[in-house]
């Protein structure tokens, strides 16, 4: 502004100077109209237009301002909340990152509340962190408070309802909110959440039915539901006593899948509790490397101890020592299978070299603390008379 005004001050004092230097004074400047005559003065009449010239100009300055004024206002007022929406979600993200669930929801929601008209998601994060902290009263209420036309808004709402009535071990609902959405198979969170509820719920049949479909599932990720419906439909036998019915299904149970360690270690007890510890034993020594190699294989351990055959232990501690010889990863499994048959069959020094090879060897706490405490076992055993 400052500088408009000494260009106008210039541009007078130029007039003044060529006024002076013309020496116009004294002329005038006359203008007729019917019956009246008007003198002025050059140099005045310059300067009224001059000043009359300037005037205009920022008039017609001053109604652009005034028109586009609210513009200008809303742009100013957009950035400004851009600025702060940008900076609330970096924080909450950081928050988010480090596992601070409960500041993390903080900060989304402040997000959000910066425009609640177009932060949808920042509500959406701010409920799946709730929902970490389990939280899901309050997940709940803030999640019915959400209504949007926007279909991948709307999708990661379903999918948060689920998670939601999932934590409330209402299954069945979740179940019935995932195929509420007629594309939900072609949809990878809510193929996945689904499984999950399929599998919480006992729903084991629906879902090997649900996988045998075409969907957004990997076939290494149908394989892992598969194991999990199949065990789970033998368990359930297997805990109604229907210890028969159990054997047969694991007979139905498609080539591919019934070598599968874990579904393995569920049919041993079919066999021992069918009083087959025949055929258990064979199952075992045939896929003694299987069983072996499976990382933390509790239950195969737990099937070792239950091994009261003489004969037996020693067709498994032969099929071991040969497994451990052969240098295979995951050996801890088969230090505590044969740790266990030797205590079993009373070789004690045997059974404590292998609990302190376990306890050297070991690098996860919860394995060495189970060896201490069956070392500290098999110690006390051994000092009885």
Request: proline share 2%; charged share 20%; with cysteine.
């Amino acid at each position: 502004m400052l500088k408009k005004i000494i260009f106008y001050l210039l541009i007078i004092l130029l007039a003044g100077f060529l006024t002076q230097f013309y020496q116009l004074n004294n002329s005038s400047v006359i203008i007729l109209m019917p019956q009246t005559k008007v003198s002025i003065n050059l140099v005045m009449g310059l300067i009224i237009l001059l000043i009359t010239f300037i005037f205009l100009h920022q008039c017609l300055k001053l109604i652009r301002f005034i028109k586009l004024s609210p513009q200008a206002w809303k742009k100013y007022r957009n950035e400004k909340n851009q600025s702060k929406h940008s900076i609330l979600l970096k924080k909450a993200l950081l928050h988010y990152l480090n596992l601070e669930y409960t500041q993390a929801e903080h900060q989304f929601k402040q997000a959000y509340l910066v425009d609640t008209k177009n932060n949808h998601l920042d509500l959406l994060l701010a409920v799946h962190a709730e929902l970490q902290t389990h939280q899901t009263p309050k997940a709940q209420e803030e999640l019915s408070d959400l209504h949007t036309k926007d279909p991948h808004i709307q999708d990661a709402k379903t999918f948060l309802q689920a998670q939601i009535y999932e934590q409330k071990n209402q299954h069945h609902s979740a179940i019935s909110t995932i195929k509420r959405d007629k594309r939900y198979q072609k949809k990878q969170a809510l193929v996945n959440q689904l499984c999950s509820s399929y599998y919480k719920n006992e729903n084991h049949q629906e879902l090997l039915e649900f996988i045998s479909h075409r969907s957004t599932l990997s076939t290494q990720e149908k394989k892992i539901w598969a194991i999990k419906a199949h065990i789970g439909i033998i368990q359930k036998y297997q805990s109604k006593n229907l210890i028969a019915k159990a054997d047969a299904y694991y007979n139905q149970i498609p080539g591919y899948l019934n070598k599968e360690p874990k579904i393995i270690c569920a049919h041993l007890y079919t066999l021992l509790w069918s009083n087959q510890s025949d055929n258990a034993l064979k199952l075992a020594d045939h896929n003694i490397t299987t069983l072996l190699s499976l990382p933390k294989n509790t239950p195969f351990i737990q099937f070792i101890k239950n091994i009261n055959d003489k004969e037996g232990q020693n067709q498994i501690l032969k099929s071991i020592n040969k497994y451990i010889k052969s240098g295979h990863e995951y050996n801890d499994n088969a230090l505590f299978a044969r740790a266990h048959l030797y205590t079993a069959q009373k070789h004690y020094e045997k059974a404590i070299q292998d609990y302190q090879t376990l306890i050297n060897i070991s690098t996860e706490t919860e394995q060495v603390l189970y060896a201490k405490k069956h070392l500290f076992h098999v110690e006390k055993t051994k000092g009885k008379p």
